[in-house]
């Protein structure tokens, strides 16, 4: 098992109530680097508004029971020894991984 694998999610360190957990977004294949690229996963009433197709932009994910919104305009690196507890994952998930893939493919178009 991969600590803080693609996909996991973990409680942010700063315990924020608007942002309370991030989502790994790092390849596995990185998975001795000391650090993973993550994306905050925020409550849907604090996420700046969006045009277009918010929903493929920002794509709702449960967590815990709650609804959250996949921010992929705040990606951040944080040390492994940084993530707070393990919470959920959706490496299991097709349709949740599909739906988080397009929205960075959306935001970070090839160039």
Known sequence: MIAAARFSVHRTPSRS??????IVLQSDDFA???????????RPDA???L???PAR???R???????????PFDLA?????????LVASFADDDAAKR??????????KAF
Do not use: K
Request: glycine share 8%.
């Open 17 to 22: 109530a608007a942002r309370p957990f991030v």
């Open 32 to 42: 001795r680097m000391p650090s993973r690229i993550v994306a905050p996963l925020v």
């Open 47 to 49: 996420m700046p508004p």
């Open 51 to 53: 045009g277009g197709e």
């Open 57 to 59: 932009v920002a794509p």
């Open 61 to 71: 994910l449960v967590v815990l029971g709650q609804d959250y919104v996949l921010n």
């Open 77 to 85: 690196t944080l040390g492994v020894h940084r993530l707070g507890e």
């Open 99 to 108: 739906r988080i893939q397009d929205a960075l493919d959306i935001v970070l």
